[in-house]
C-alpha cells in the first residue's frame, strides 16, 4: 500500500472513531469525501476500477445482470456502478454522503446510472421491493457490527421477488480478532441474509494474490418469494 493509500486509510478509521463515539455509525463518510478535496487518491476504497472480485463475477457471464434493475449500496465514486452498468444493468447508486454523489456526477459524465443520496436505514419506501439485483461491497465491513443486521434487512427489503444480492467484503473467522476498520466479516454475519427469508445460492471464500494476500467472501443470495 502506497503511503498516500495508507494515509487515507488511517484519516478513516480516525473520522470513524470519532463518529462513532457521538453515537454516528454513518456521519463520518461525508466528512472523508470534503477532506479528500476532489483527490481520489485520498478515498481509500477508491482505485477508479471496480471491485476485482465484481469484475471477475461479471466476466463469467455478463448476462445474468444485463437488463435488471439494480441498486448498488454505498456506491462510492461509483466505480461499482459503472461495471454493472457496462454489463447492461439499469442502476440505481445511492451513497449518504452528499459530496461523493456529486462527486460521481462529474466523474462520469453521460453515464446511464442514477445516483442519488440515500441513508441504508432510511431508504425511500419506493424502493422496497423494487430491485432485481443488490451489490453490497463493504458497506457492511465499514459499519459497527451493532448495526450490521439492520443494515442487511434494509438490503433485503429492495429485493423484488427472484431478485439477488451479491455481497462481497473481506473475510474473517468468528474465532479471528475483529481487527480494525474496514472490519473483516464473518461467514456467520453473513448468513443473516438467510434468516431473512434469503436462500443462499453461492458462498465463495476467496484468497487473492497480494502482499499480503487478502481473503474475501462473495456470498450471492435470492428472494425466492
Not at 10 to 39: K, N, P, S
Not at 147 to 158: E, N, Q
Request: glycine fraction near 10%; include cysteine; aromatic fraction near 10%.
Amino acid at each position: 500500500m502506497d503511503a498516500q493509500r495508507y494515509d487515507a486509510r488511517e484519516r478513516a478509521r480516525a473520522l470513524a472513531r470519532a463518529a462513532i463515539a457521538r453515537g454516528d455509525a454513518t456521519g463520518w463518510f461525508e466528512e472523508l469525501y470534503q477532506q479528500a478535496a476532489g483527490q481520489v487518491g485520498n478515498v481509500p476504497w477508491a482505485d477508479g476500477e471496480g471491485h476485482p472480485l465484481l469484475v471477475e463475477w461479471l466476466a463469467l457471464d455478463p448476462a445474468r445482470v444485463a437488463g435488471r434493475r439494480a441498486l448498488v449500496v454505498g456506491c462510492g465514486l461509483g466505480e461499482d456502478a459503472e461495471q454493472l452498468a457496462r454489463a447492461g444493468a439499469q442502476v440505481l447508486a445511492f451513497d449518504v454522503a452528499p459530496t461523493a454523489v456529486d462527486w460521481c456526477r462529474k466523474l462520469w459524465p453521460g453515464t446511464s446510472v442514477r445516483y442519488e443520496v440515500g441513508d441504508l436505514f432510511a431508504l425511500p419506501p419506493q424502493w422496497r421491493g423494487a430491485f432485481d439485483f443488490v451489490l453490497e461491497i463493504y458497506t457492511l465491513q465499514a459499519l459497527p457490527a451493532q448495526f450490521r443486521a439492520a443494515g442487511m434487512a434494509a438490503m433485503a427489503a429492495a429485493l423484488a421477488p427472484g431478485g439477488q444480492i451479491l455481497a462481497i467484503s473481506r473475510a474473517r473467522e468468528a474465532t479471528d480478532p475483529p481487527g480494525e476498520l474496514p472490519w473483516p466479516l464473518t461467514r456467520e454475519e453473513l448468513a443473516q441474509f438467510g434468516r431473512l427469508g434469503l436462500a443462499q445460492r453461492a458462498f465463495e471464500d476467496i484468497t487473492s494474490a497480494g502482499d499480503p494476500p487478502t481473503r474475501h467472501w462473495r456470498a450471492r443470495f435470492e428472494r425466492v418469494k
